[in-house]
């Protein structure tokens, strides 16, 4: 298995990477010049099953990069694309004030 994290995961995927003995794939995102997003795997994946680590929010930027990072995956030949994505975004309304 091969890990791709987005930055905000890297250390999640380090702790995954030394768990579970898997590969870390490298990617790019970059922007046309006419402010689409696309993604480079510099990575081999034919045949490989993969693990993406992102995040949903902001939509705009981080859903739709680990979308189309999972669409470059599947194009290169990834035999199995997992994501995880951790999600917390609510975790601040558990705290409760006194009174």
Known sequence: MIIFSFPQYRNLARVLKRSFGCGRGVFAQKRFANQEMYVVVKTKVQGEKCLVLGATAPPDENFLSLLILCH?????????????????????????EPG
């Open 72 to 96: 470059t995956l599947k194009q290169a030949g990834a035999k199995e694309i997992i994501a995880l994505i951790p999600y917390l975004g609510y975790s601040r309304h558990g705290r409760h």
